[in-house]
T-cell receptor, first 114, second 113 residues
């Protein structure tokens, strides 16, 4: 079974630009969660999508948005990039059902904002 | 104050030592407690999870949860160089569903041969 894939793996952008990151979950998984990982703040929850609907949201500004497609693939968009957005962005997939439900993480996209 | 506190280390121990990793938390709604391991340039992988208070053992790994003290631990026995990684505790009031994991900072562990 293929794992969670994220593209691209590395990205360099400049302040003010926007960026779109992609996540393909494990086949059959309907939930995709996004996290930001930085040395200072650690791993922080951004949002979770299930069946194309955002079910849960963390405390990030509106510049961070996402969506999920009918095949469960998800994209995350960050507009008007700031230097502080430099981070490893991780997505995790799971079945999304209540009960035994492990989140499987992808390798992440390393975003550098110059 | 963060909801979950974890000493970031780094922690360096000799091969074969017993390693103790800990987290404290403030949100009494947390019911599910997880330990993830993250190797360099990789995403976190789930090591163990426990529900509510108690102990759980899996091979060389033991997870303990003390809800009365809001304190969780991960013990690694007979540590190996391959255990060198960052260990993250994570917690949630739910298991599955609209789950939102709250992570500790992560402890960077090095096992020296």
């Amino acid at each position: 079974k293929a794992g969670v894939t994220q593209t691209p793996r590395y990205l360099i952008k400049t302040r003010g630009q926007q960026v779109t990151l992609s996540c393909s979950p494990i086949s059959g998984h309907r939930s995709v969660s996004w996290y930001q990982q930085t040395p200072g703040q650690g791993l922080q929850f951004l949002f979770e999508y299930f069946s194309e609907t955002q079910r849960n949201k963390g405390n990030f500004p509106g510049r961070f948005s996402g969506r999920q497609f009918s095949n469960s693939r998800s994209e995350m968009n960050v507009s008007t990039l700031e230097l502080g957005d430099s981070a490893l962005y991780l997505c995790a997939s799971s079945s999304g059902n209540v009960g035994q439900d492990t989140q499987y993480f992808g390798p992440g996209t390393r975003l550098t904002v110059l | 104050q963060k909801e979950v506190e974890q000493d970031p280390g780094p922690l360096s121990v000799p091969e074969g030592a017993i390693v103790s990793l800990n987290c404290t938390y403030s949100n009494s709604a947390f019911q599910y407690f997880m330990w993830y391991r993250q190797y360099s340039r990789k995403g976190p992988e789930l090591l163990m999870y426990t529900y509510s208070s108690g102990n759980k053992e899996d091979g060389r790994f033991t997870a303990q949860v003390d809800k009365s003290s809001k304190y969780i631990s991960l013990f690694i026995r007979d540590s190996q160089p391959s255990d060198s990684a960052t260990y993250l505790c994570a917690m949630s009031p739910l298991w599955g569903g609209a789950q939102k994991l709250v992570f500790g900072q992560g402890t960077r562990l090095t096992i020296n041969p």
